[in-house]
């Protein structure tokens, strides 16, 4: 069984910096796409960002491009999620993915095929 656990969210000041991990289990994870969204308080599920199965290929959302970054590290099974310019509207539980379908666009759950989910990390970004 696959098991994703994410790590790195708190409070930050507005236009501070956090660095999201999501560490892996299971040798196929360097198989697969992952994914990040995020869920606010008493909001929809947001696709924050995808990259392929090597890390050679990303997209991200327009709410964070420029801003955020997704990378990836198969040899210590990995994946992260780089947040920079942080704004009070990305305060939200972050969730990580496995993907069976990469899509290099804006993507539902349905969409990327996305499984095997981790319980999130709280961001909370003061004004």
């Known amino acids: 069984q696959v098991q994703l656990v994410e790590s790195g969210g708190g409070l930050v000041q507005a236009g501070g910096s956090l660095r999201l991990s999501c560490a892996a289990s299971?040798?196929?994870?360097?198989?697969?796409?992952m994914g990040w969204f995020r869920q606010a308080p008493g909001k929809e599920r947001e696709f924050v960002a995808a990259?392929?199965?090597?890390?050679?290929?990303?997209y991200s959302n327009d709410s964070v491009k420029g801003r955020f970054t997704i990378s990836r590290d198969n040899a210590k099974n990995t994946v992260y999620l780089q947040m920079n310019s942080l704004r009070p509207e990305d305060t939200a539980v972050y969730y990580c993915a496995i993907s069976f379908r990469f899509r290099t666009t804006t993507q539902t759950v349905s969409e990327g095929k996305y499984a095997y989910w981790g319980q999130g990390t709280r961001v909370t970004v003061s004004s």
């Open positions: 299971g040798r196929t994870f360097s198989s697969y796409p």
């Open positions: 990259i392929s199965w090597s890390g050679g290929m990303s």
